[in-house]
């Protein structure tokens, strides 16, 4: 009995489990099978995007029109790569001491921390431009990495993950005579692999797809991260579609080749995350 | 603790890559601001246009312009024009020499932002008769200085489908040569040929404003407040409604569900389209199958309209290099490079000796935009048709669907862009 | 003595670890948090001649009164309270059947988290054409025969912000998904099993084990689903045009805040007073939400 309902769960588990990839994969698929295709198939709505011509034009249109697409990957994978890096080590520092750590103003800060994921970032782009300009930072990678160097978001994220973490790891470190710092990166950074991975995942997704604050930020062409120099395809009076896709498809597939690559270390942090 | 290690180590590397960045930026900054000892450099900002042949010859120009005056340019391409261009006035950071759409001259020239050109005419003798005096004028300010020398043009014309108008039984000397004739032309067609809408529109306010200043009234009052409300415009307007909401023989290409009106017209769904110049090369690169004319609009209540679009160049009133500036302006809209970037771009010269030159009177093409430029009201109404333009553009699709009457729609959008506006000046 | 020395090194330790953090939010947030404050008293003039003019809460007054605001604050809540929690729900169904022990659960997962791998402004392209006229969700909804004549979902005023919060739920799920599932994998097995043999079914073990000891996770999402909503913007933007039509339809908070602010000259601080707002209604409904839900709001009851 008791296994004749784990069978019918699982099997519910598969079909829902595939509907819903489906619904994921489908718009992807489309845009795949529309970057082979050309401007007038693609507008042509109704027009079956599974059979007719294919070719690769659209990508060697992309790749002769800019000589500069190396550049824009280049400098999109050095920013995600080292911004994430300062997010995963800052937002873990900070979200540990609002966690674990006594010092006067925890609270107030913690606020902050709060209203500055809320206020809407339509109106920091001004006020941030002018400090920039300041700075003598504008048109450099740093404009682009120095203000995204802490991400609120995930400093309440790590802070919401060390409340849960157990203290008597830390405590017993502590009498080994560890320090702070030491029990942090000795101790809890290890345990807090799962949420680390996570962390920089969707920090390196939010520099990597960033389009307003390159838009504004960076002006020599040079220096355009990928999302700015795809903007190029969308002319005055109308948008390339057959461009547009074929260039989306450059941007995902980096991603999920870095994804892949990554998965391991997802996986076995998570797991071991579990076996704790 | 292997783990542990990898961290720190992987750390530290992007640590050292922030240092090196930072280094590799501030010594590039520092051999920036040393290279300006050998030759002057000038910051130049436009948008890249409708086609890669746009870019080459702006890219000739710049390399024109550097050999003939040992100037450098540096390029500030605008992505997202109003959005930067804001950013860019706020910030100080605005280059030298920018383009200017005619639609933003009267806010730009209010704010102080532009400079006069009209001493640096007159001082070379600037011989400015040679433009269509419609281009020209859009740069004019309100006291009558100039803040601008137009780069090319665009208006509309009426593209035609050849092979569906022959399905219909005619050909294009059948096109109506007057408003009301060519509406009952499109019922016509839309009888003769099943599954095909006779014409596609966009509802933009730009591609409609000749229409609804047919009548005599203008869109704005005269202290630049929306006047989208007023009678004559509503009425001026109303049939190319009805011929929507009612007799569905023109459709927004966005009813047709397509992304644009070339997508539309490019796919054989439709018979006409009204569309600017610039439609031209899309549809020979997009649609190279599709047999298509065009041809001078219609009258409307017996006048010939049309819209011109100009973009120009200004400088900058807060450049360092004004003399340099000048001397950029002055050897990109002379004859010699005029013609050079619009031949090699496939854009209107807004010389009309160029034009001639060019022959684009006698191209079959072109010829009825070019003879447009004479007689087309400009895209400019005061220095506030960004709201107004915004407020109309969100309502308009409602009136073409006729969920909304058009009287009700114009004055929910002239009532909203004047809160607006008053906003701004109280 | 020792107590206060140990004090002492107490904070130098808490310092070393915040104080990265508290340069980057004092230079590049705070510091503009408090710019828009003072830009929210003002008239201002920030292009050509600058100015400044107190005008003292005249702008708040106007934004409260302005039927465009009131609009967008219609349009924005009616999305928040959709979005939100039928996002959570399906990310927490989701994350638990993947966590169930299934084969295949890597493929899955990997399949599922495609959509979070790609920028919002490229997803809303493609879903323009998947929901046109005759897009695919047209052509299936009529094969069902669920409608007659296909639905212009974009250009409806009735239904285009449905078509934007099915493309958001869509593109949202796979990340909170990812967040639960990391947070499952932490519940103790034990637990599980204990139920079995007190032999509970699958909903009674979802319902009284996996809800409560995930409900800091939940916290976390919904705290962040709410945020992310509020601002809603790309899409908006991206479907009108900018001009947040067809008839107000897709008219948001924060899309009114960037024509004010980028639009239109003069009016940066009208902009901000706005954005002050929304921030304030942010701030209260999740203050309202966290007391609400079980962990009080710093932790420190622990």
């Known amino acids: 009995m008791l296994n004749r309902n784990k069978k019918i769960a699982r099997v519910i588990a598969y079909v829902l489990l595939s509907i819903y990839a489906v619904i994921t994969i489908y718009p992807f698929l489309w845009a795949f099978l529309a970057s082979f295709k050309p401007y007038s198939d693609i507008v042509q709505s109704g027009s079956p995007l599974f059979s007719g011509h294919m070719s690769l034009d659209n990508y060697r249109y992309i790749f002769t029109q800019d000589p500069m697409f190396p550049h824009w990957i280049y400098n999109s994978l050095f920013i995600a790569t080292v911004g994430t890096a300062l997010n995963i080590l800052f937002n873990s520092m900070g979200g540990y001491a609002l966690a674990r750590l006594h010092f006067p103003g925890r609270r107030t800060l913690f ?134 896709m074929a260039a989306a498809m450059i941007t995902i597939l980096p991603i999920i080749f870095l994804y892949i690559l990554l998965n391991k270390y997802f996986m076995t942090g998570m797991r071991i995350g579990g076996e704790k | 603790m292997k783990w542990n290690h990898k961290w720190s180590t992987l750390m530290l590397a992007a640590g050292a890559m922030l240092a090196l960045g930072l280094a590799g930026c501030s010594s590039k900054g520092a051999s920036d601001g040393g290279g300006s000892t050998g030759s002057k450099t000038l910051t130049v900002g436009f948008w890249k246009g409708d086609s890669p042949k746009e870019s080459e010859a702006r890219d000739t120009l710049f390399k024109n312009f550097t050999k003939d005056t040992g100037i450098k340019i540096k390029q500030k391409v605008y992505n997202d024009y109003n959005t930067q ?6 910030g100080g950071t605005a280059p030298d020499v920018f383009y200017v759409d005619s639609s933003l001259l009267p806010s730009l020239q209010t704010k102080g932002v532009l400079e006069s050109l009209s001493s640096y005419m007159k001082k070379d003798k600037y011989d400015a008769s040679d433009f269509y005096a419609p281009t020209y004028k859009a740069f004019t300010g309100d006291d009558g200085k100039q803040y601008g020398l137009p780069k090319d043009y665009s208006t509309m014309g009426l593209y035609y489908n050849a092979d569906l108008l022959k399905k219909a039984g005619y050909t294009a000397n059948d096109i109506p040569k007057t408003d009301t004739e060519f509406l009952a032309f499109l019922k016509k067609l839309k009888t003769k040929l099943p599954g095909v809408t006779p014409m596609t529109i966009s509802p933009l306010l730009a591609r409609q404003m000749f229409i609804m200043q047919s009548t005599g009234a203008k869109i704005i009052t005269k202290s630049g407040k929306a006047n989208l409300s007023d009678p004559k415009v509503v009425s001026a ?59 001078e609009f219609p009258t409307i209540n017996g006048q010939k309209a049309n819209m011109i679009f100009t973009v120009g160049w200004s400088m900058n009133a807060a450049s360092k290099q004004k003399d340099d500036a000048w001397r950029f302006i002055k050897f990109v809209t002379s004859k010699k490079q005029s013609q050079q970037y619009s031949t090699t771009a496939s854009v209107l010269p807004s010389r009309k000796s160029v034009a001639k030159a060019m022959g684009l009177t006698d191209n ?27 407020r109309y553009e969100n309502i308009i699709p409602s009136a073409f669907q006729g969920k909304v009457t058009l009287a009700d729609a114009l004055k929910q959008a002239t009532d909203s862009a004047n809160k607006d506006i008053a906003k701004q000046d109280e | 003595m020792a107590r206060k020395s140990e004090r002492k090194r107490d904070i130098t330790q808490a310092a070393a670890f915040v104080a990265p953090m508290l340069l980057v939010l ?104 998947i929901f046109s006229l005759n897009g695919p969700i047209n052509s299936l909804l ?148 966290r007391h609400f839900s079980s962990e009080n709001v710093t932790g420190e009851g622990r």
């Open chain 1, 111 to 244: 606020m902050v921390v709060l209203v500055c994921i809320m206020v809407p970032t339509q109106i920091l782009l001004i006020p941030n431009y002018l400090i920039m300009k300041a700075f003598g930072i504008l048109d450099t990678y740093n404009a682009m990495i120095l203000p995204s160097a802490i991400n609120f978001a995930y400093i309440f994220m790590m802070r919401q993950f060390f409340i849960t973490f157990p203290r008597e790891l830390e405590e017993s470190a502590q009498l080994d005579g560890l320090g702070r710092l030491g029990i942090f990166f000795r101790i809890v950074v290890p345990m807090a692999k799962s949420s680390i991975a996570t962390q920089g995942i969707f920090v390196f997704l939010g520099f990597w797809n960033d389009f307003m604050r390159p838009l504004l930020y960076i002006t020599t062409e040079s220096k355009y991260t990928l999302t700015l120099g795809l903007q190029s395809f969308q002319t005055q009076h109308g948008t390339q579609w057959n461009y547009i």
């Open chain 2, 85 to 90: 261009l804001m950013t860019d006035l706020v």
């Open chain 2, 237 to 295: 307007l109303q049939p190319l409604i009805d011929a929507d909401a009612k007799d569905k023989t023109v459709r927004t290409f966005k009813e047709l569900g397509f992304g644009s009106a070339m997508d539309a017209f490019g796919s054989q769904k439709t018979v006409f389209s009204d569309e600017g110049a610039w439609q031209v090369s899309g549809l020979k690169t997009n649609f190279k199958d599709l047999n298509w004319g065009t041809t």
């Open chain 2, 364 to 390: 079959k093409e072109m010829a009825p935009f070019v003879a447009a430029a004479n007689y087309a009201t400009p895209w400019i109404a005061g220095v506030n048709l960004d709201t107004i333009q915004s």
């Open chain 3, 26 to 129: 004092l230079t590049f947030t705070l510091f503009p948090i408090f710019y828009s404050l003072y830009l929210s008293f003002h008239k201002v003039n920030l292009v050509g001649n600058v100015s400044y003019q107190f005008v003292g809460l005249k702008n708040f007054i106007n934004a409260i009164t302005d039927e465009r605001v009131m609009i967008a604050l219609r349009n924005t809540l009616k999305y928040v309270a959709i979005v939100v929690p039928v996002q959570t729900v399906l990310a927490l169904v989701l994350a638990t059947v993947l966590n169930s022990g299934i084969r295949f659960q890597k493929t899955f997962r990997s399949l599922l988290f495609i959509p979070t791998l790609t920028s919002s402004s490229a997803l809303t392209l493609i879903f323009m054409f």
């Open chain 3, 142 to 289: 009529m094969k069902l025969n669920l409608l007659a004549a296909p639905i212009n979902f974009l250009n409806d005023q009735n239904s285009v912000m449905g078509a934007i919060i099915v493309m958001n739920i869509w593109s949202t799920v796979p990340m909170f998904m990812t967040i639960y599932l990391s947070g499952l994998q932490d519940i103790d097995m034990a637990m599980y099993e204990a139920a079995d043999i007190d032999g509970a079914n699958m909903f009674q073990k979802w319902f009284k084990i996996t809800v409560p000891q995930i409900a800091p996770v939940t916290n976390y999402v919904v705290m962040m689903g709410l945020i992310s909503t509020f601002q809603l913007f790309d899409q908006p933007y991206i479907v009108s045009g900018g001009s947040g039509g067809p008839n107000n339809a897709t008219l948001t908070l924060s899309l009114i805040i960037y024509q004010y602010a980028f639009r239109q000259f003069g009016t940066m601080g009208y902009a901000s007073a706005i954005a002050l707002l929304l921030t304030l209604v942010v701030f209260l409904i999740s203050m309202v939400f």
